[in-house]
């Protein structure tokens, strides 16, 4: 299951960006973010303030995708129950 993916993936990396998390699990943005608003409601992962744009001065990154998630259940946790 994608949700346990998802949450092995923040626990191991503590950290990762809706970007960063799309291109390690093999999925798309839009597809993540329905889970990770379900694991940030079960207290599992916080979405993190981030920065308005990636520090490049093109302004062609989406902020959506700049969006940083932080594991914050348990190590053992999946996320899933």
């Not at 626990?11 to 950290?15: A, D, G, S, T, V």
């Not at 993190?48 to 308005?52: D, K, T």
């Given at each position: 299951m994608?949700?346990?993916r998802l949450s092995s993936y923040l626990?191991?990396?503590?950290?990762a960006s809706l970007s960063d998390l799309a291109h390690g699990l093999g999925s798309t943005p839009e597809a993540l973010e329905a889970m990770?608003?379900?694991l940030e409601r079960k207290g599992r992962v916080r979405r993190?303030?981030?920065?308005?744009s990636c520090g490049s001065s093109c302004c062609r990154c989406d902020p959506a995708?700049?969006?940083l998630y932080e594991w914050v259940g348990d190590e053992g946790?999946?996320?899933t129950a």
């Open positions: 994608i949700l346990s626990r191991q990396h503590r950290r990770l608003a379900r993190l303030a981030s920065e308005s995708l700049l969006a946790d999946d996320g």
